[in-house]
């Protein structure tokens, strides 16, 4: 799979793997980088690793060390969050989330389709638009 | 959405809510499967979904149900355009039939793989640890 040079980058940290694929495979499908970490100690590393700025974070509020990685990244350069939770909601200290998204939950399969209209729909509300 | 301490909860999100969700991803893997803490068996697979605590795969072959097996699924895109991220997963072989050889997680994290492809060879750089 290959981005163009100017991809936008999508940092995903959430501790369920299958969510964390599922996201990061749907964003490249949609002509973005994406980079999955399963918690914020990795998304570190990663960075470190791929020299990369990041243009939006996903991240699940409830993992050890959110508010660091935040406060890191936003050292660099500004930097858009959406919190990933459920119904009930979550917030990191200091920080102003720009939207939320929901995991899918229950029993009933999930759709490739839907889901791509969900992240293109949450892209454009939050203005990260993929390079042409 | 405004500022509060660090992850606060505002309700209850029962993670169980997620365990149980299977996520359509096909990527390809390769597995060992281990005997008495050697390697029994080489082969390649292909996902079919996975979970927050277990991969369905299209194996090439039939697997003994039981078997400790390690898993190493290629993501996609490459850090810094050459080196390749894993997700390595350690668990054990729950069925194997038609629908594809189902593997229970017990244990998984990301490596990365220096810039070599490493084939049918274990992943040398550990970027993080995770027990699922």
Redesign the interface.
């Known amino acids: ?1 290959t ?1 163009p040079p100017g991809a936008p980058t999508i940092l995903i940290a959430d ?5 964390l ?2 996201l ?2 749907l964003f ?1 499908e949609l002509g973005y ?2 980079l ?4 914020c ?2 998304a570190l ?2 960075l470190n ?4 700025r990041v243009d939006l974070l996903l991240i699940n ?2 993992l050890k060390g ?2 660091g990685l935040v406060e890191t990244l936003r050292r660099a350069r500004p930097l858009k969050v959406v ?1 990933i ?13 720009v939207a ?1 998204i929901e ?5 009933a ?2 759709s ?1 389709q839907e889901w791509r209209q969900k992240l293109l729909r949450l892209l454009t509300q939050i203005g990260i638009r993929a390079a042409s | 959405m405004s500022s509060a301490p660090a992850a606060t909860p505002v309700g209850a999100y029962p993670p169980e809510r997620r365990l149980h969700k299977r996520f359509p991803i096909a990527l390809n893997a390769d597995y060992r499967i281990l005997r008495r803490g050697r390697v029994d068996g080489l082969g390649s697979a292909r996902t079919i979904n996975i979970a927050s605590r277990g991969v369905l795969l299209e194996a090439d072959i039939s697997l003994a149900a039981g078997s400790p097996i390690e898993l190493f699924i290629n993501w996609p895109l490459r850090l810094q355009g050459v080196c390749p991220l894993r997700l390595f997963v350690s668990g054990r072989v729950l069925r194997s039939d038609h629908r594809g050889v189902a593997i229970e997680a017990k244990h998984h994290e990301f490596r990365t793989a220096g810039i070599r492809d490493s084939g049918s060879h274990p992943p040398e750089l550990k970027v993080r640890s995770f027990t699922g």
């Open positions: 799979m981005q501790e369920d793997m299958g969510f694929w599922w990061g495979e490249n980088r994406s999955p970490a399963l918690s100690e990795q590393s990663l690793q791929s020299a990369r509020p409830r959110a508010s919190l939770q459920g119904p009930e909601e979550y917030q990191i200290q200091g920080v102003q989330a939320s995991p899918p939950s229950g029993w399969p999930v490739r």
